[in-house]
């Protein structure tokens, strides 16, 4: 290689350097300068499971510990933020001497929410917020700062158990703000609550009386149960749950169970609807007359007693009457004497008429009857003859009806009529 060649290489190789180093200070010189407190922006460029790098642009990479990604506890950085997303993040902390530089995503987050929040509080705005605790008390969700929700404001129903509500998405709205206490109440009761009655009405005008439909035992009280039919609740009144006596609504349904319901009334303006479970089904005396017949003995429950007989159950909702005088063989005064509420006897049935829901029963038929005592032995005694004292009471007697033309003195007694006594003497005017 010739001399001439070498120093241009020479000379090229220092313009490169020289070239290279400007470029250098000139990236020096143009590297933001960080304070404490600044707001930056970067991209995330490394997630590890306590902390995560981001690129802002400085000298090297700032990091965020898993504290600082979000204002609820995080089991892993991965939950708040992914490789490539853009950030603003405030500065925590820097020092160039060590290349340390700590960022926090969770005061910049914070920051934007409460201003937010406070705009949704008065529009009463529907927000959408994933649960990041279950807590005592309720459930603790992320919405750029820590919010929390009352167990009595997550559903319309009582929720006994909220394990399974972890990572769900619920709908809420602002009910409660306190930035000095760092204080945010949400219901997502109100948001169900409000979308129940602007479809009640909608539901109702669907309904008819008579409809059968099917339905869910929500709640149970001591004078029936509300079913929901369907996003609307009606009530069974405890007398149209069975078609036996129920003392409570607990002994047919529980919370939770199917049933079949029947509208008996609807009262749109007041958003009422009566239902009937009972009237779903086949009514006890429909099958009366097959599962009983005249002359059958059955063992039945002494339901109320009254002054003219006991009325007892046969079958569940089917009473029939034992009147007073087919109680006992002897004469009882009131059915008090020998029955009592809620006892077993047996009866026999001695009429049965379904259309009129009418059974007639007897209790001493099903006993046999007792034998009558014998008569007492009188002795005999001879009449002693009383002449003076007969011959008097036939006298007497016998002035009593002197005259008296309707009563015969002979031995027949008095068996001889008008017409008889005068009939010879009639006879005497034709």
Same mark, same amino acid.
């Given at each position: $290689?010739s001399d001439e060649?070498?120093? +241009?290489?020479?000379?090229?190789?220092?313009?490169?350097?020289?070239?290279?180093?400007?470029?250098?200070?000139?990236?020096?010189?143009?590297?933001?300068?960080?304070?404490?407190?600044?707001?930056?922006?970067?991209?995330?460029? &490394?997630?590890?499971? %306590?902390?995560?790098?981001?690129?802002?642009?400085? #000298? @090297?990479?700032? *990091?965020?510990? *898993?504290?600082?990604?979000? /204002?609820?506890?995080? %089991?892993?950085?991965? +939950?708040?933020?992914?490789?490539?997303?853009?950030?603003e993040l405030k500065?925590?902390?820097?020092?160039?001497?060590?290349?340390?530089?700590?960022?926090?995503?969770?005061?910049?987050?914070?920051?934007?929410?409460?201003?937010?929040?406070?705009?949704?509080?008065?529009? #009463?705005?529907?927000?959408?917020?994933?649960?990041?605790?279950?807590? #005592?008390?309720?459930?603790?969700?992320?919405?750029?700062?820590?919010?929390?929700?009352?167990?009595? $404001?997550?559903?319309?129903?009582?929720?006994?158990?909220?394990?399974? @509500?972890?990572?769900?998405?619920?709908?809420?709205?602002?009910?409660?703000?306190?930035?000095?206490?760092? &204080?945010?109440?949400?219901?997502?009761?109100?948001?169900?609550?409000?979308?129940?009655?602007?479809?009640?009405?909608?539901?109702?005008?669907?309904?008819?009386?008579?409809?059968?439909?099917?339905?869910?035992?929500?709640?149970?009280?001591?004078?029936?149960?509300?079913?929901?039919?369907?996003?609307?609740?009606?009530?069974?009144?405890?007398?149209?749950?069975?078609?036996?006596?129920?003392?409570?609504?607990?002994? =047919?349904?529980?919370?939770?169970?199917?049933? &079949?319901?029947?509208?008996?009334?609807?009262?749109?303006?007041?958003?009422?609807?009566?239902? /009937?479970?009972?009237?779903?089904?086949?009514?006890?005396?429909?099958?009366?007359?097959?599962?009983?017949k005249a002359g059958?003995?059955?063992?039945?429950?002494?339901?109320?007693?009254?002054?003219?007989?006991?009325?007892?159950?046969?079958?569940?909702?089917?009473?029939?009457? =034992?009147?007073?005088?087919?109680?006992?063989?002897?004469?009882?005064?009131?059915?008090?004497? *020998?029955?009592?509420?809620?006892?077993?006897?047996?009866?026999?049935?001695?009429?049965?008429?379904? /259309?009129?829901?009418?059974?007639?029963?007897?209790?001493?038929?099903?006993?046999?009857?007792?034998?009558?005592?014998?008569?007492?032995? #009188?002795?005999?005694?001879?009449?002693?003859?009383?002449?003076?004292?007969?011959?008097?009471?036939?006298?007497?007697?016998?002035?009593?009806?002197?005259?008296?033309?309707?009563?015969?003195?002979?031995?027949?007694? $008095?068996? $001889?009529?008008?017409?008889?006594?005068?009939?010879?003497?009639? /006879?005497?005017?034709?």
């Amino acid at each position: $290689m010739s001399d001439e060649v070498k120093v +241009q290489d020479q000379t090229q190789e220092v313009q490169e350097t020289a070239v290279s180093q400007a470029e250098a200070e000139h990236a020096l010189n143009n590297v933001a300068v960080l304070k404490k407190g600044a707001t930056v922006k970067g991209k995330i460029v &490394k997630v590890d499971a %306590d902390q995560a790098f981001v690129d802002i642009g400085y #000298k @090297y990479d700032g *990091v965020i510990p *898993v504290r600082e990604l979000s /204002s609820v506890s995080l %089991d892993d950085a991965g +939950q708040a933020v992914q490789i490539g997303q853009e950030v603003e993040l405030k500065v925590v902390s820097i020092n160039d001497a060590k290349e340390t530089l700590v960022l926090s995503k969770r005061v910049v987050d914070s920051e934007k929410a409460w201003d937010k929040l406070q705009g949704q509080l008065e529009s #009463k705005e529907v927000i959408e917020a994933v649960v990041a605790e279950v807590v #005592k008390g309720g459930l603790v969700v992320d919405i750029g700062v820590r919010g929390f929700v009352p167990a009595s $404001m997550v559903e319309r129903q009582f929720v006994e158990d909220f394990s399974s @509500y972890k990572g769900r998405t619920l709908r809420l709205r602002v009910k409660e703000l306190d930035r000095e206490k760092n &204080k945010v109440i949400l219901s997502q009761k109100d948001v169900l609550d409000e979308e129940h009655e602007a479809n009640k009405k909608k539901i109702i005008e669907g309904l008819q009386v008579g409809q059968v439909l099917d339905g869910t035992v929500q709640r149970l009280t001591q004078f029936g149960a509300f079913i929901d039919i369907g996003g609307i609740d009606g009530l069974v009144h405890i007398s149209e749950m069975a078609w036996h006596h129920v003392e409570q609504a607990s002994d =047919v349904v529980k919370e939770g169970d199917k049933v &079949k319901v029947q509208i008996l009334k609807l009262d749109p303006a007041n958003e009422k609807i009566s239902l /009937s479970i009972k009237a779903t089904q086949e009514g006890p005396w429909s099958k009366v007359e097959r599962e009983f017949k005249a002359g059958d003995i059955v063992t039945g429950t002494v339901k109320r007693l009254a002054a003219f007989g006991a009325f007892v159950e046969v079958a569940p909702g089917v009473e029939g009457l =034992v009147h007073i005088s087919q109680i006992a063989h002897r004469h009882i005064g009131t059915p008090h004497e *020998v029955l009592k509420e809620g006892q077993e006897v047996k009866v026999k049935i001695l009429e049965i008429n379904a /259309s009129e829901k009418r059974v007639s029963l007897s209790i001493k038929e099903t006993e046999e009857a007792p034998e009558a005592p014998a008569a007492a032995a #009188k002795p005999e005694r001879e009449r002693q003859p009383r002449p003076d004292r007969d011959r008097g009471s036939r006298e007497n007697h016998q002035k009593e009806i002197a005259g008296n033309e309707n009563v015969s003195l002979s031995n027949q007694g $008095m068996s $001889m009529t008008l017409g008889e006594r005068f009939g010879d003497k009639l /006879s005497k005017f034709k």
